[in-house]
């Protein structure tokens, strides 16, 4: 007997409400920058921003769906895919099969090692473009792969394509203008950015290393408006784990075993040391 899709949308953790008013927020400055209602340039400023948040949340909802009927999460899909400005299963193979399963080898698109330049200011300017090159080059023909052997996902990156590329067109027919600059341009740069804290996150780490794999920002505030994706090394660990978690299994876990030089307390201190490059010290 087939379990039947509850009416009522069930969350899994309720800290997922602060994740709904993130996504309602993003897809309102959209609509109404886009629409002319509003053009302020705060709420432009802010609509770049949130949809950066709105891709930390399309990652951690593949990580672990938000809400406990697969029909919930589905339609939730659909409406995060217009506040990221891509379909969510485009980061299955990226991020959930390479990245965590052969992070920073030859099949994992944000290797490091894709950005090689002397100055690591330039670095981090390309490796968001060098990442992206080589996912284009490397990439398997995922639907084909999922056809057989994830079916579900097969149907769901169908319908989420079917739906953002035509409406994409309409949008781009209806005023091409607004589109590219109060759509795409906010997608394209919070798409980029992520793809780019990769880097931030990896670079000069021990691949191998239990613990001593990623830096973390651990700072409230941007963890608060981040969803905790500041606790990198415990989402490696954990990458299941609910995001509302991490900051107590990294306090508990991460802390006592991990690199200490590896925390840092602000985005903007991470950033600054990544431009320096200093040599790390791993040994214990």
């Not at 109404?32 to 509003?38: F, K, T």
């Not at 090394?233 to 802390?255: D, G, I, Q």
């Amino acid at each position: 007997m087939k379990s039947r899709v509850p009416i009522i949308p069930r969350l899994r953790h309720r800290a997922d409400w602060r994740t709904l008013g993130f996504v309602g927020l993003e897809l309102g400055l959209l609509a109404g920058i886009w629409s002319g209602a509003w053009r302020h340039p705060l709420a432009v400023a802010a609509s770049f921003l949130f949809a950066f948040v709105c891709c930390i949340i399309a990652h951690n909802h593949m990580h672990l769906p938000l809400f406990r009927g697969r029909g919930w999460n589905r339609v939730f899909q659909i409406l995060l895919m217009f506040g990221s400005g891509q379909p969510p299963t485009g980061i299955v193979t990226a991020h959930n099969e390479r990245h965590h399963g052969q992070p920073d080898s030859d099949r994992d698109f944000v290797r490091t090692g894709l950005a090689r330049f002397r100055w690591n200011a330039l670095n981090l300017v390309a490796f968001p473009f060098l990442s992206i090159a080589a996912m284009y080059r490397e990439k398997p023909d995922d639907l084909r792969r999922w056809k057989s052997a994830r079916p579900h996902l097969y149907r769901q990156a169908l319908w989420e394509r079917s739906i953002f590329y035509p409406a994409l067109v309409l949008l781009l027919v209806l005023d091409w203008r607004a589109t590219l600059l109060f759509l795409l341009l906010p997608w394209i740069t919070a798409q980029l950015a992520l793809v780019g804290v990769n880097l931030l996150q990896h670079q000069d780490c021990v691949t191998d290393s239990e613990y001593d794999h990623s830096r973390n920002v651990t700072g409230r505030l941007v963890n608060w408006l981040l969803l905790n994706n500041g606790y990198h090394t415990a989402h490696h660990l954990r990458p299941s784990m609910h995001w509302s978690l991490l900051p107590e299994f990294h306090r508990r876990h991460v802390v006592p075993r991990m690199n200490p030089v590896l925390d840092h307390r602000s985005f903007s201190g991470l950033l600054i040391e990544r431009l320096r490059r200093p040599a790390v010290n791993h040994a214990r």
